[in-house]
T-cell receptor, first 112, second 111 residues
Framework: DVKVTQSSRYLVKRTGEKVFLECVQDMDHENMFWYRQDPGLGLRLIYF???????EKGDIPEGYSVSREKKERFSLILESASTNQTSMYLCASVGGTWQPQHFGDGTRLSIL | DAKTTQPTSMDCAEGRAANLPCNHSTISGNEYVYWYRQIHSQGPQYIIHGLKNNETNEMASLIITEDRKSSTLILPHATLRDTAVYYC????????????FGQGTTLQVKP
């Protein structure tokens, strides 16, 4: 089974802090994704990556950056956290065209 | 991406089959139907997907109509742990990250 692991289930940070969310997958998938999920808004794509050191903006990239130095690891960075970035963050990976995305358990991030 | 329509909520008795419908009348020829579910406070869990043939795995069966405008997810023997929000997605290629999760169907399995 595919395993997508997010480093924290719950995280509390302060406004202005730089926040790192880590995601690791164990299936040698090339494509990885970061979403945020908010009530009434569904899942929204922040960034995705097709390969190491490659990244593409999703629908809501403002205020975020990403890093993919190794194939199995995809990091989401909040450069200067703000309260409107309080959300559930979900990481996913996929092995190829027509294959399903597999998600981690999510990180519930609160910015105070 | 084709838009999907699902009922907001459904109930099912424990041990009975749960049949969750989904309409995707604008689906195009290269779009697959994917089903996910999300249990409260967890990430979405992949269940099954298909193009035009019916599919079955250890979790569920997927029945797609011949015209591909609708499908049904079948959980053959629902348990209390199947209580979740179920999402039906019609998508051309899930590796582009353009999965659009709608409101889904909240399935409540009752003892």
């Amino acid at each position: 089974d595919v395993k997508v692991t997010q480093s924290s289930r719950y995280l509390v940070k302060r406004t202005g802090e730089k926040v790192f969310l880590e995601c690791v997958q164990d299936m040698d998938h090339e494509n990885m994704f970061w979403y945020r999920q908010d009530p009434g808004l569904g899942l929204r794509l922040i960034y995705f990556s097709y390969d190491v050191k490659m990244k593409e903006k999703g629908d809501i990239p403002e205020g975020y950056s990403v890093s993919r130095e190794k194939k199995e690891r995809f990091s989401l960075i909040l450069e200067s956290a703000s309260t409107n970035q309080t959300s559930m963050y979900l990481c996913a990976s996929v092995g190829g065209t027509w294959q399903p995305q597999h998600f981690g358990d999510g990180t519930r991030l609160s910015i105070l | 991406d084709a838009k999907t329509t699902q009922p907001t909520s459904m109930d099912c008795a424990e041990g009975r089959a749960a049949n969750l419908p989904c309409n995707h009348s604008t689906i195009s020829g290269n779009e697959y139907v994917y089903w996910y579910r999300q249990i409260h406070s967890q990430g979405p869990q992949y269940i099954i997907h298909g193009l035009k043939n019916n599919e079955t795995n250890e979790m569920a069966s997927l029945i797609i109509t011949e015209d591909r405008k609708s499908s049904t997810l079948i959980l053959p023997h629902a348990t209390l742990r199947d209580t979740a929000v179920y999402y039906c997605i019609a998508e051309g290629s899930s590796n582009t990250g353009k999965l659009i999760f709608g409101q889904g169907t909240t399935l409540q399995v009752k003892p």
